[in-house]
């Protein structure tokens, strides 16, 4: 029979607030952590990145907190625009980058 | 401007009909990477350059074959396509593999329907 994916974790935000997206990551030895945005009909966009020691960055408007203890990693969106509605998804690099399967947010109006 | 970009855009085609998606990137990246990204499975890497002549295998390389003659050109070849290769793909490119930060930058993505 026909496969039906999963569904993509959905995050509804009103426009002006902060979005948090969150990622959890499995391996202790990732040394390298990046955050992509992907729009309906987009190839994934890089937005921030972070390296495995560092605790927090930020960017124009976002800020990407990891924390190693419990392998977990942060996208916060300040004043989130309707322009921010997409996918996002973190990837982890343990020699080569593996990628989440992303969170999907929505702003409203 | 600095891009990768993946022709054709989509495409419909036949269970055994030999295909070829193009990928081009203008930044003089060494690395280059093909994935594919299905609903539930997120982006599985196909196969991945780490410089001309230089091609190795990812996650899910079984029906496709790439080759990387010219550092900007990488593309994927599909001898003979079966519906299971119905997917979304990406092409994605980075300085290198073992620098401090690896941003990859990805292609428009290529929908591809095999029937």
């Known amino acids: 029979g026909e496969s039906v994916g999963l569904h993509l974790p959905t995050l509804s935000v009103q426009e002006g607030d902060n979005s948090i997206i969150n990622c959890a990551y499995s391996?202790?030895?990732?040394?390298?952590f990046i955050w992509y945005k992907q729009e309906s009909g987009k190839g994934p966009q890089f937005i921030i990145d972070i390296r495995s020691n560092m605790d927090k960055r930020q960017g124009q408007r976002v800020t990407v907190l990891l924390n190693k203890t419990v392998k977990h990693l942060s996208l916060q969106i300040a004043a989130t625009q309707p322009g921010d509605s997409a996918v996002y998804f973190c990837?982890?690099?343990?020699?080569?980058?593996?990628f989440g399967q992303g969170t999907e947010l929505s702003v409203k109006p | 401007e600095a891009q990768v970009t993946q022709n054709p855009r989509y495409l419909i085609t036949v269970t055994g009909k030999k295909l070829t998606v193009t990928c081009s990137q203008n930044?003089?990246?060494?690395?280059m990477s093909w994935y594919r990204q299905d609903p539930g499975l997120g982006l599985r890497q196909i196969y991945y350059s780490m410089n001309v002549e230089v091609t190795d295998k990812g996650d899910v390389p079984e029906g496709y074959k790439v080759s990387r003659k010219e550092k900007r050109n990488f593309p994927l070849i599909l001898e003979s396509p079966s519906p299971n290769q119905t997917s979304l793909y990406f092409c994605?490119?980075?300085?290198?593999?073992?620098?401090?930060?690896?941003?990859?930058?990805f292609g428009a993505g290529t929908r591809l329907s095999v029937l």
């Open positions: 930044m003089n990246h060494e690395y």
């Open positions: 391996n202790s030895a990732s040394d390298y």
């Open positions: 994605a490119s980075s300085l290198s593999a073992g620098s401090s930060k690896n941003i990859q930058y």
């Open positions: 990837a982890e690099r343990r020699g080569k980058l593996i």
